[in-house]
């Protein structure tokens, strides 16, 4: 199974400051197989990114994301007060799909 | 509008089964693949497992620890998705949550119907 490692477990920010998050996998997941999430509380997550860089539909372009092999990164240009929320790297490279613990932005 | 509406949850004993149910629309149904994902009560998310479109041969996917013991299926014709549960145990106590896969990335989501498997 590919664990991923998320960090840091807590970010602490100012709305308008630049957000940098990291996803790491256990093992090669190759170039586009890993997703992004948020998720605000009692709410169902939310698709960000896929494909390790594509923002889903509607996602603003503040957020973008990068990465390959072990190493992938989501990060928020300008963090909006809106932006403060849970978010989870997934990959669908292999079977079990795996997601991280997440990273709380707050 | 893409809608998802899970239902079936509530609160079984150990040992104990429960079959979930997702109504889909918005959507060509039959064309998507799709997952179920869980999450814990203040816990991080878990795939559960998936169903391929029955063009793409409708075969299914299981997170190991469930393999034995849930089972998808779908039914094109009603625009539904099933999650059979058996042999619950405490630990599958979750929110589960009926998903549509987009190249297995999950980009819409049911509003999660909550599962407890408590004596």
């Known amino acids: 199974e590919v664990v991923l490692t998320q960090s840091p477990g807590t970010l602490s920010l100012s709305s308008g400051e630049r957000a940098t998050l990291s996803c790491r996998a256990s093992?090669?997941?190759?170039?586009?197989?890993l997703a992004w999430y948020q998720q605000k509380p009692g709410q169902a997550p939310r698709l960000l990114i896929y494909?390790?860089?594509s923002r889903a539909t509607g996602i603003p372009d503040r957020f973008s994301a990068s990465g390959s092999g072990t190493d992938f990164t989501l990060t928020i240009a300008r963090v909006e007060p809106e932006d403060f929320a849970l978010y989870y790297c997934?990959?669908?490279?292999?079977?079990?799909?795996?997601f991280g613990q997440g990273t709380n932005v707050e | 509008e893409v809608r998802l509406v899970e239902s079936g949850g509530g609160l079984v004993k150990p040992g104990e089964s429960l079959r979930l149910s997702c109504a889909a629309s918005?959507?060509?149904?039959?064309?998507?693949?799709m997952s179920w994902v869980r999450q814990p009560p203040g816990k991080g998310l878990e795939w559960v497992g998936n169903?391929?479109?029955?063009?793409?041969?409708?075969?299914?996917d299981y997170l190991p620890p469930v393999k034995d013991r849930f089972t998808i299926s779908r039914d094109d014709s009603n625009n539904a998705v099933y999650l059979q549960m058996n042999s619950l145990k405490t630990e599958d106590t979750a929110v589960y949550y009926c998903?549509?896969?987009?190249?297995?990335?999950?980009?819409?989501w049911g509003q999660g119907a909550l599962v407890t498997v408590s004596s």
């Open positions: 998903v549509t896969e987009y190249w297995g990335s999950y980009n819409f």
């Open positions: 918005g959507f060509t149904f039959r064309d998507a693949w």
């Open positions: 169903i391929r479109s029955n063009r793409d041969g409708g075969t299914t």
């Open positions: 093992q090669n997941i190759g170039s586009s197989y």
């Open positions: 494909h390790t860089s």
């Open positions: 997934q990959q669908y490279s292999y079977s079990p799909r795996t």
